[in-house]
């Protein structure tokens, strides 16, 4: 991975690309999985590509030992319905994994012996969120028992100081949210997104070693990946149009909104442009995600 050259075909996010390395995903997936492993090649990635078709495509999954697939999803916004995500992208996995043998395994009479699969989400936005718990598919504890089907996720909230014995269990975890801690911080006190993300590069360059080898590779095209992922500019604009709203007279009430409301169309119309997630632009905008698949 580090003598290449990342794609730029598909926007990548930065967790995908980062442990788009087999020697960083190994150590993650020991530190989520309890497992022991020290070879890399003991990792297969196996994750979802975006195509032209389909905009579907998942940020890390791989193959352990032959036995274990896993999926890993790391998360900027709360989500209550990443099992069901999950849910989908298993779906399109055991077809991309099996290829042209699927159809023979369905209609075949021998048994199949299908991998142990464990999802898992790594959450690290801004609002407050629980340490870890459990996500589940069926979230009815009146059909729980009844279910036949069931999936469920681990969730860790990664910033910090939560879950400190999983960054312990894996250094290139650390570093990732050392690097993303930064960025995020320097945006709170007033800094554009490249002085943001500059600050955090030359940190993590001195201080951190895992991030050190990657950022000393993918330094431009990480810079486009932040502007993307952690343009909170925007976020911060909206929160203080809506303050600024309320502060005003009556009488110059209306006019204001419609003005702020085109404002916020237009910041609505860059986050698309930037290919965020829809479930983000709704949390910033507070606008719902079918009108803003409407402007999609």
């Known amino acids: 991975m580090e003598g290449e050259v990342l794609s ?20 993650l997936c020991n530190a989520l999985t309890g497992e022991d492993g020290t070879d890399p ?13 389909s ?8 193959m352990y030992r032959g036995r274990l697939l896993i999926l890993i999803e790391q998360q900027s916004t709360l989500n209550p319905n990443m099992p069901f995500r999950f849910f989908v992208y298993l779906g399109k996995l055991i077809e991309k994994i099996f290829g042209n043998e699927l159809h023979k395994m369905l209609h075949g009479t021998t048994r199949i012996n299908f991998p142990k699969v464990e999802f898992y989400v790594l959450y690290n936005g801004m ?12 979230n009815d504890e009146s059909l729980n028992e009844e279910s036949y089907l069931q999936l469920r996720a681990k969730f860790f909230n990664i910033n910090s100081p939560n879950n400190r014995e999983l960054m312990k269990k894996s250094l290139p975890l650390d570093d990732y949210c050392v690097m993303v801690e930064r960025v995020k911080n320097n945006l709170k006190v007033g800094m554009d997104v490249k002085s943001a993300f500059y600050e955090a590069y030359k940190f993590c360059m001195t201080n951190r070693t895992w991030m050190n080898d990657f950022l000393k590779v993918h330094e431009w095209e990480l810079m ?4 993307t992922e952690y343009d909170e500019e925007l976020a911060l604009s909206l929160a203080r149009e809506e303050g600024q709203i309320e502060g005003r007279r009556e009488g110059r009430r209306e006019g ?9 169309l237009e910041m609505i119309k860059k986050m698309l442009e930037k290919n965020l997630p829809i479930e983000t632009i709704a949390e910033l905008s507070d606008w719902s995600e079918e009108d803003i698949l409407k402007i999609h």
């Open 127 to 138: 609002k407050k969120a629980p340490e870890s718990e459990i996500m589940d598919l069926v």
């Open 256 to 264: 204001q909104i419609e003005g702020r409301l085109e404002g916020k």
């Open 224 to 227: 486009e990946m932040i502007s």
């Open 41 to 53: 090649e003991e990792i297969e990635i196996n994750t979802i590509e975006e195509t032209f078709f």
């Open 55 to 62: 905009k579907l495509k998942n940020d890390i999954s791989c």
């Open 8 to 27: 730029n075909k598909y926007k990548d996010t930065f967790f995908r690309a980062y442990f788009s390395d087999k020697t960083r995903l190994l150590s």
